[in-house]
C-alpha cells in the first residue's frame, strides 16, 4: 500500500495570536499550494482520498480528489488536529460545523455517523490521547483497504507525525518530531508479509518503507 501523507495548505488562524476558531479557512496561499499538490499526484493512480473533517484540511483534500480522477473524500474524525489545555485555562472543546454545512462546502465528503447535523466536538486532548487516536487511524488503513491501495492523507502537522509514530512503531517514551510544510508530501510504503525482504542478513524485513519526507519541490512552481 503506498500512502501520501499531506499536511493541508496555509491557514491564516491556524497560526495568528487571538484566532478564535481552530477551524479556518485555507488562506489565497493555501488554495495555490493545494492546487500544485493536486497537479503533482495526479498522476500517482491514487485511488482513495482520506481527510481530517477540518476546514483546511478537506478544502486541500477536494482539490486533490478532483484531479486524481474525481474520487470522493472519505473524512476519518480520527485525523483531526489535537487540541490541548494551556497552563492555567480550562480545557477548550471547540464544535466543528455540522453535516449540511460540511457537504455544502465540499460536495466530494464522505461524512462519518460521528459528525452530527448540529456539529461535533474536538479538543481537550492530551498526549496520550492524541497518540492512540492516531494510532487508531493507522489501524484502520491496514483493514480497510487492500495492499494495492494508493491512499492520499491530508491532515495536520500533529496528527500526521503521530501517525508516522505509530506506522514506524516509534515508541510514546522516545518520539520524534518530523517538519511538515503546509501541502508537503511525505511517502510511505506498507509492505505485505510475503513481499518483504526475508534472507537479507545485513536488511532485516521490514513492514514500512519510507519513501521520502516533507517534499515541498512542487511547490516552487510560478503562481497559478
Partial sequence: MHLWLIRHGDCPSESAPGASTPDGALSPMGEQQARQTARRLAGERVTHVLSSPLVRALATASFIAGAAGDLPVQVWTELREGYSDMPGRPVPIHRGHGRAELLRRFPRAILPPDIADDGWDHGGDTYASFLARCQDAARMLGT????????????????????????????????????????????????PEEKQRWGWPLYPAVGVEVLGLNDVSHLRTAAC
Avoid at 144 to 156: D, G, L, P, T
Avoid at 162 to 177: D, E, R
Fill in 144 to 191: 480497510q483497504f487492500e495492499s494495492q491501495a494508493r491512499v492520499v492523507i491530508v491532515a495536520h502537522g500533529g496528527s500526521l507525525n503521530y501517525l508516522l509514530h505509530a506506522l514506524l512503531g516509534i515508541s510514546a517514551a522516545t518520539p520524534t518530531w518530523f517538519q511538515m510544510e503546509h501541502c508537503a508530501i511525505s511517502a510511505v510504503r506498507l509492505v
